[in-house]
């Protein structure tokens, strides 16, 4: 794959499903989704309707799922090891490096998704960035 240029992050429903399907080819190899689950499916649905849609590697988030979205990744990222589909997870600053880690065995990139520090007491892009150099 060549190095995506375009990164879109996409509900994974119907319609974002046909778009991805109906992209040309040469366009496919330019990006790499951000698939962001926002309703709760079997991995191995989700594995079948991304496989019949898009060939490629994505980064997926099961943030949006109301209960276990950490379990509900780690299950979908360990079922995509083991058909060897590039599935990469998405992981947030909260529960870094502690989920990064457990699902490092299964994967050899992640996404990590950083927030705007924003509170006061919070920490600044200096804590986060020395936090996940370390």
């Not at 997870?89 to 989920?99: Q, R």
């Amino acid at each position: 794959m060549s190095n995506p240029i375009y990164v879109p992050i996409l509900k994974w429903k119907s319609g974002e499903q046909v778009a991805l399907q109906n992209l040309q080819p040469e366009h496919k190899s330019f990006i790499i989704p951000v698939l962001e689950l926002v309703d709760r499916h079997e991995p191995v649905k989700i594995l079948q309707d991304l496989g019949a849609c898009y060939k490629l590697p994505v980064y997926v988030d099961t943030s949006f799922i109301d209960q276990d979205g950490e379990l509900h990744l780690t299950s979908l990222i360990e079922k995509a090891h083991y058909i060897g589909k590039e599935l990469y997870p998405v992981v947030y600053y909260d529960d870094f490096p502690e989920l990064a880690n457990q699902l490092s065995t299964m994967t050899n990139r992640m996404l990590l998704r950083v927030p705007v520090p924003e509170e006061i007491d919070g920490p600044d892009y200096s804590n986060i960035f020395e936090k996940v150099a370390n």
